[in-house]
């Protein structure tokens, strides 16, 4: 069985004096009352949130557009004679100028082992066709994959090491 908390005796010591239908009627009423009460309370809330959340947009619309003040500051025209001081410059000399040339290509350091240079002349070359491009790469297994009707790639394949199954 639940325990009566002292509110509720309260409430019925309160009720009692009183005719049954008469309380309940008073205290409907009543909760009608606050319930209409809260409402208003929470309908001016809504408006006040909104009032305060487009004022306050205004008004950060309204500086984000509003032309700028410029505040206007007179320069010092004459600074400290301390902080003068004449500058000098001569032009310089050819032993302190620094140049530089081409090498030649015997001239070239690299430290890669024995670099291979290709020269080549201009405009005397051919084109060359799909059997003369597979000739050039006979050692080596080779695909020719056409792309399109004037694009083709060279495929270089290697033969890939079985898979051990042990």
Known sequence: MN????????LEDVL???????????SLENILRL????????AVRRVAVVAV??????????????????????????????????VTSQPLSPAELVTSQRLLPGQI??????????????????????????ALAAPQVVALVRRGPHEAELVFITPQAPLDTN
């Open 3 to 10: 325990k009566r908390t002292d509110n509720e005796r309260l």
């Open 16 to 26: 009692a004096g009183e005719s049954g239908e008469g309380a309940r009627v008073a």
């Open 35 to 42: 319930a209409q009460q809260r409402r208003r309370v929470r």
């Open 53 to 86: 959340l487009l004022i306050a947009s205004t008004i950060g619309v309204m500086r984000h557009f509003a032309p700028k003040t410029v505040q206007l500051e007179i320069a010092k025209t004459n600074p400290p004679a301390a902080s003068l001081g004449w």
């Open 109 to 134: 350091v690299s430290s890669l082992p024995a670099p291979i240079i290709v020269h080549t002349v201009p405009y005397i070359f051919r084109e060359v066709g799909d059997d003369e491009l597979l």
